[in-house]
């Protein structure tokens, strides 16, 4: 027989806490010191006092000021050792989806750096931005001098626009 410990409650209060070897015992001993509308309930996870009360299944201290406060529930050491395993799941979990990530945003990168290289290996037979625009920009200024086909800079593709009015603003022609 394992011994347990248990709170007497009589009128939603906790009237004693006794030690005893089972329920039945317990809860006789509730009666005999209380009456019939006594009980025993088995305390032994939780740190409730004589005072405390016992409302809807939950022990409660009461404060000072008169609020109840649940009493913490003691949890066993199996308990604890489930809760730590759900934990370590849970861990090992997180750091398999974060290696995971990892491991998609290396993909990423690689991705984006061959596509990088790709593009400087096509640019780099082509004239740079400043080269395009130095030809737009002559394109626009003898149109203007001679009326020929660019006679405005919103003509221009947006992507060299800037580059052409600073060379045109440069050369003291006004756009």
Do not use: C
């Not at 005999?32 to 409660?60: C, K, M, P, Q």
């Amino acid at each position: 027989m394992s011994n347990n410990i248990y709170a007497i409650i009589f009128e939603n209060v906790v009237k004693n806490i006794i030690v005893a070897d089972d329920y039945s015992l317990a809860d006789t001993l509730a009666k005999a010191s209380y009456g019939n509308d006594a009980f025993a309930v088995d305390s032994s996870r939780y740190a409730t006092a004589i005072g405390d009360l016992y409302e809807g299944g939950i022990f409660y201290h009461i404060l000072e000021d008169g609020t109840k406060m649940p009493v913490e529930y003691i949890p066993t050491e199996k308990e604890l050792i489930e809760n730590l395993n759900q934990k370590i799941v849970e861990i090992q979990n997180l750091l398999t989806d974060i290696y995971e990530l990892k491991l998609s945003m290396n993909y990423i990168l690689v991705l984006l750096k061959n596509t990088l290289t790709e593009i400087s290996d096509k640019l780099s037979g082509t004239p740079d931005m400043k080269s395009i625009a130095n030809v737009y920009a002559d394109l626009i200024e003898r149109s203007i001098k001679t009326g020929e086909i660019y006679k405005s800079i919103e003509e221009v593709p947006d992507l060299i626009r800037d580059s052409v009015r600073n060379i045109l603003i440069n050369r003291n022609i006004n756009v």
